[in-house]
């Protein structure tokens, strides 16, 4: 019966966003170019048509609670997409009520030979042969409601359902499947306004989404099937140009049934993030703190209780996937670690169980990109070197974890291959970028990978040992791929990908060390 419930949902969903598609298409096409996001320094007097400018119409976010389609409640900006009417919905007579409506759709087909370096084929399911290549289908279906109501109060819900079909072995945990379920749902009481009625100081409470700048510490989990949710409050401080979240959440344990995603009692994340420019200084600034509790942390070293803290700081100009810069742009990220690890238990042990002792942990990480976009050469060429360093764990046996822990990573740290995560790693990637027709970039890059320390594992994007293999080599391969993007329309986007994991030493000493390939290809529509 739940089956059958769900197919009905999706149907309807997918009906009635072609339905009201054709039924507002009476407007003139958006235009031929992307915009800027609104907001950006740009003028604001509309076409001598009466028709919004161009800079006016924000482009679709990562973030969908944050985008602000206000300025349709003049009616000459309204008409130049078949969504508008869905954007702006009066709720009353009264200025600042109303609704915006928004969703998406991504279909994203994967195929991987000899997935985790030949683990399907060494070790099938039970009752199933060997598998090298594996072929699926992802699914997502995300709608959101965003209801003002004045200028002091805000309501925002967003409903999500994620499908895996064809796979051997089935969905993933966490990540794959989550039938139907709350993906946000908060309220916003700004308590302070500027003179504009703009929110200076606003308290959220509720399920919430946390992204803190790359999203390489803290991200929604976009790549995934499944995004990632919070359960708690947020203060955000807007001043002229800085922005400030302080916040303290519970991270939302995802279960693959109807509405059934609760609290994980297992951690609790809290912190501040606050990111703007320093005064003349060609560059920005992005400063944080993040603890993190866990009752159960699982390393080389062992298993056992952690706290930890992060501490740190990233610089940056430029270099927003996707988008082409003007010259130079960089990034520069470091961050420091702290906390205890344990009491617990000794894996590297077994069978025998024994004691591990109250540890302190001291770890870090560091990671750079360069780039350089040539703008006045045929296809904008822009070239790029990307490094980064987590630690890893020097001495097993001495009382202290030297293992840097990423709190909530972004699902595809390392390219498309999401195989290998960011604890005890070194890699190295340069890439190059040309801008081609119709809004189109290819990308063409390789990933160098290598254990930071050999008397740590190699871990999986989550945080797990994946291969313990303490001692021994340090290089795991090499990675190259090649990426085209294709944002077709404001709604429409394809992304086609290849890559290929030839396996290094470190897996030849510690098997399945088959070379790892992999297609991926997405269609998303967002409205």
């Not at 409903?159 to 794959?176: E, I, L, M």
């Not at 039938?179 to 399920?207: E, H, M, S, W, Y």
């Not at 990034?331 to 906390?339: K, L, P, R, T, V």
Request: charged share 20%; net charge neutral.
């Amino acid at each position: 019966m739940k089956s059958v419930l769900c197919l009905v949902v999706r149907a309807a969903l997918v009906l009635a966003v072609l339905t009201v598609q054709f039924a507002f298409a009476q407007g003139p096409p958006a235009p031929a170019d992307l915009p800027p996001a609104a907001g950006e320094n740009q003028p604001s007097s509309s076409t001598a048509q009466g028709g919004p400018p161009p800079w006016t119409i924000p482009q679709f976010r990562l973030l969908r609670e944050d985008e602000d389609f206000s300025f349709l409640a003049n009616p000459q900006l309204r008409g130049h997409d078949w969504a508008d009417p869905l954007k702006y919905i009066p709720l009353r007579s009264r200025e600042n009520w109303f609704l915006t409506i928004g969703g998406e759709a991504r279909e994203w087909f994967e195929s991987y030979r000899n997935e985790n370096w030949g683990e399907l084929s060494y070790f099938p399911p039970p009752g199933k042969k060997p598998i090298e290549t594996n072929s699926y289908l992802k699914q997502r279906y995300m709608l959101g409601f965003d209801f003002h109501l004045g200028s002091r109060i805000r309501a925002f819900t967003e409903v999500h359902s994620g499908f895996v079909n064809w796979r051997a072995g089935g969905p993933r945990p966490v990540v794959d499947e989550d039938k139907l379920d709350l993906n946000q749902g908060f309220i916003d009481a700004n308590l302070v306004l500027d003179p504009q009625d703009k929110p200076k100081v606003t308290l959220r409470v509720g399920r919430q989404q946390l992204h803190f700048g790359t999203g390489r510490l803290v991200s929604v989990r976009e790549v995934p099937n499944v995004r990632a949710s919070f359960d708690g409050a947020r203060i955000i401080l807007n001043t002229h140009q800085w922005r400030i979240d302080a916040f303290a959440t519970k991270p939302v344990l995802t279960r693959q049934g109807f509405f059934d995603d609760h609290w994980d009692h297992s951690q609790t994340f809290w912190g501040a993030f606050a990111t703007g420019p320093i005064g003349h200084l060609p560059f920005n600034v992005d400063a944080y703190y993040f603890g993190l509790q866990r009752k159960t942390g699982v390393f080389a070293k062992g298993v056992g209780p952690e706290e930890r803290h992060t501490v740190g700081g990233r610089l940056w100009k430029g270099g927003i996937p996707f988008v082409l810069g003007e010259g130079w742009d960089y990034d520069a990220e470091y961050a420091f670690q702290f906390g205890s690890f344990g009491p617990g238990i000794q894996i590297n042990t077994f069978p025998f169980f024994v004691t591990l002792p109250k540890s302190d942990i001291r770890a870090w990480t560091v990671s750079t990109q360069t780039g350089y976009t040539f703008n006045g050469v045929a296809l904008q060429p822009r070239i790029a070197i990307n490094t980064g360093i987590t630690s890893g764990d020097q001495h097993p046996d001495e009382p202290k974890l030297g293992t840097f822990f990423t709190p909530f990573p972004n699902g595809r740290f390392f390219g498309a291959i999401q195989t290998n995560g960011p604890l005890n790693i070194e890699g190295f990637r340069p890439s190059i970028t040309v801008h081609l027709p119709r809004r189109a970039t290819l990308t063409a890059d390789s990933y160098f990978f290598w254990r930071q320390s050999i008397n740590d594992a190699l871990y999986d994007v989550p945080g797990f040992p994946l291969r313990f293999g303490l001692g021994g080599s340090r290089f795991v391969g090499s990675q190259p791929g090649a990426e085209l993007f294709w944002p077709v329309s404001k709604h429409v986007a394809l992304d086609a990908t290849y890559a290929y994991f030839a396996a290094g030493d470190f897996l030849h000493e510690n098997p399945p060390d088959k070379n790892l390939s992999y297609f991926g290809l997405i269609f998303s529509y967002r409205f």
